[in-house]
């Protein structure tokens, strides 16, 4: 009392309306929990507990009140701010220019940090802004998010790289629940384990969300009884890790797998696997790359001479893992105090998990010159298979991008020997392609225990995503949202009816076509959303042309089209129009959705350098041997070409 006399006046209006907003807070939180079952307090002291301790979850689980995306948010403010100044000041195109383009990057970065678009300046953010109904937040889950159409551009260019380069090499492909028995994910994964997500029991069924697509495809091949089968499978997998959406970690996100089931001869399918990677690596151009392998049985042999016990190989072996992260000392560290393993013990692991090798054939040696080493039956094993699949990575010319990597471990625990991991040379993406052998996974799950030998490997496609959205931010590289050849624009006195007339015409000849709805638009308009949408080629059509009966076709790119100038038009009467198309579109067809920056050197006469091919004048007779020269590697190329034509003329 005596310190209530003593303060100043207070706005007693504004303290009982903030009074009165707590305590309708207050009873929206009993409300809820009422909602969920339970009892909410009566007492007014420990309702107001219950709303603080609310509030703390809220503000701590919400990613944009973090340190980092505050710092974000406001580097995109004072950006958005130089941006009005140079607006304001008429300052010159290209300096708006890129102002604008660092705002847009900067408001990307704060997104996938967030999953939010940033808040304006001026207006509340998440945390100030007071909302009346708490009950719905607008959101995706946690580590998961949506994909806008540049997005998806780059990522059906990624997976169409991948999938033709799996065609290539005669994969079918095939498709598997998204769900499966919780039973049939349980012990494969390690201590990967936890972060299977659970489904609630559904009539009977523990379910569990897939938590890659290997397992699923051993389940397959045991219930269908396969014996050989060559598969692509590129799918949705779910995991419950802690993701991190700068780097290309979610819990929501696409693998890309490629797998061979079947007894062959030692080392070969395992050779085309790693060609298969060293293959789409080289085709993405997300950079300089290397391929690690080790062998597990190799690994174990290890293990087993310095003195692990069999029971704990895969336990130790999920140490080592972690040798692409942390430091040996960390490791080290981790095996005795965490996993009891004895300090000498670890050491004598240490001596030969640090070495590796590019190429791998002095690794090899000098492992065949240990002679405690190859007397051990699993690394004589191991060894002889790495030398065997050094020779053949030799022959089909992909050693260069190998490294022999006594530290890579992969913790999965169905591995069963060679073992492979990707990696880009100075990015910090983490792996970008997993994988190995898998002997004995197929007969965990058939009835009779019946093996089927299988290896594989997995492309890590969120993180080649997330490198080249990257390079698009930066503006290394430029994309076409759609595949749009021709948009038809209309000309004076056009009207629309002219433009319907005219693209249905060509949805009937199977070009890619649209056309401007707004007939009252200037042609300049129509010309500036033809470059926005990247259209490389208009038609135009107005009153004169539909009277003359021609079609104005005009190149909207900066490069010249089939002889014809950028920004310049070419008249092509009516009935000619789809033929003359034809010739463009073998030109504009090649252009790729992803390619270098406008900043490139252009090409003088087409979108694209044309590539030489040869074409035979008649069809080759059945049953023709053709004899080329070994080294006549160019009249090969031509003579497969020309088969492949007339075979697709057939």
């Given at each position: ?295 597990r049985s190799l690994l174990d042999g290890i293990f087993a001479i310095s003195g692990v016990p069999a029971c704990d190989f895969r336990l130790i072996s999920s140490s080592v893992d972690k040798l692409d992260k942390l430091p040996w000392e960390e490791v080290k560290q981790e095996m005795t105090g965490q996993k009891g393993l004895k300090p000498e013990v670890a050491d004598r692991i240490g001596e030969y998990v640090k070495l590796n090798d590019m190429g791998g054939h002095n690794l090899i040696k000098q492992l065949k010159a240990d002679a405690k080493l190859s007397s051990n039956p699993l690394a004589e094993n191991g060894i ?267």
């Amino acid at each position: 009392a005596a310190a209530a006399a003593a303060a100043p006046a207070v706005d007693i209006a504004k303290f009982e309306q903030r009074a009165a907003a707590a305590e309708k807070k207050i009873q929206e939180l009993e409300a809820k929990l009422k909602h969920i079952g339970s009892s909410p307090s009566t007492s007014s002291s420990t309702s107001a507990a219950t709303a603080a301790s609310a509030a703390a979850a809220a503000a701590s689980s919400d990613p944009t009140e973090s340190d980092e995306a505050v710092a974000l948010l406001a580097e995109v403010h004072a950006q958005g701010e130089k941006v009005r100044v140079l607006k304001s000041g008429k300052k010159s195109k290209e300096e708006v220019d890129e102002a604008v383009k660092v705002l847009l990057a900067l408001k990307e970065k704060y997104t996938a940090l967030t999953g939010a678009a940033p808040a304006a300046e001026g207006k509340k953010g998440p945390k100030e802004k007071k909302r009346e109904d708490q009950a719905f937040q607008l959101k995706t889950p946690k580590g998961m998010k949506d994909y806008g159409p540049q997005e998806m551009a780059i990522r059906q260019h990624v997976f169409a790289v991948i999938t033709s380069v799996f065609k290539r090499h005669g994969a079918v492909t095939i498709d598997t629940p998204v769900m499966e028995l919780k039973e049939t994910l349980t012990g494969k994964y390690g201590e990967d384990s936890k972060l299977i997500y659970d489904v609630a029991d559904q009539g009977g069924e523990l379910l569990a969300l897939r938590y890659d697509l290997t397992v699923p495809f051993a389940r397959y091949c045991a219930q269908n009884k396969i014996q050989h089968l060559k598969r692509y499978h590129i799918a949705r997998v779910y995991r419950r890790d802690n993701p991190k959406m700068t780097k290309g970690r979610y819990r929501e996100f696409y693998q890309c797998d490629f797998d061979i089931a079947g007894s062959y001869a030692p080392m070969v399918p395992d050779a085309e696997c790693l060609t298969i990677v060293h293959e789409i690596l080289s085709a993405l151009d997300i950079g300089n790359f290397v391929i690690k392998i080790n062998h597990r049985s190799l690994l174990d042999g290890i293990f087993a001479i310095s003195g692990v016990p069999a029971c704990d190989f895969r336990l130790i072996s999920s140490s080592v893992d972690k040798l692409d992260k942390l430091p040996w000392e960390e490791v080290k560290q981790e095996m005795t105090g965490q996993k009891g393993l004895k300090p000498e013990v670890a050491d004598r692991i240490g001596e030969y998990v640090k070495l590796n090798d590019m190429g791998g054939h002095n690794l090899i040696k000098q492992l065949k010159a240990d002679a405690k080493l190859s007397s051990n039956p699993l690394a004589e094993n191991g060894i002889k298979e790495m030398e065997l699949l050094l020779g053949y990575l030799d022959v089909l010319g992909v050693s260069k991008s190998i490294r022999f990597d006594l530290s890579l471990a992969r913790g999965l625990d169905y591995y069963t020997g060679v073992i492979v991991e990707a990696v880009l040379e100075g990015a910090d993406v983490g792996s970008i392609t997993g994988g190995g052998r898998y002997d004995n996974l197929v007969g965990m799950f058939d009835p009779n225990g019946r093996q089927v030998p299988c290896v594989g490997i997995s492309i890590g496609i969120e993180r080649v995503f997330a490198i080249l959205e990257a390079k698009h931010a930066a503006g290394d590289v430029k994309i076409r949202t759609n595949e749009t050849d021709f948009y038809v624009m209309l000309a004076r006195g056009g009207q629309a009816t002219d433009a319907m007339k005219l693209c249905k015409e060509l949805w009937a000849a199977g070009f890619k076509a649209e056309f401007h709805y707004k007939a009252s638009d200037p042609i300049m308009t129509q010309f500036q959303e033809c470059e926005k949408n990247n259209v490389p080629l208009g038609l135009v059509v107005g009153e004169e042309e539909v009277k003359s009966g021609i079609v104005k076709i005009r190149n909207m790119t900066k490069q010249a089209i089939n002889g014809l100038a950028p920004r310049k038009d070419m008249p092509v009467p009516r009935a000619e129009l789809a033929a003359t198309l034809k010739g463009f579109l073998t030109v504009i067809s090649s252009a790729p959705i992803i390619s270098a920056s406008a900043s490139a050197a252009a090409q003088p006469d087409s979108v694209v350098p044309k590539k030489e091919s040869v074409h035979l004048d008649e069809p080759a007779a059945p049953n023709t041997t053709f004899v080329v020269a070994a080294t006549a590697t160019a009249t090969l190329a031509a003579a497969v070409t020309g088969m492949l034509l007339w075979t697709k003329l057939k």
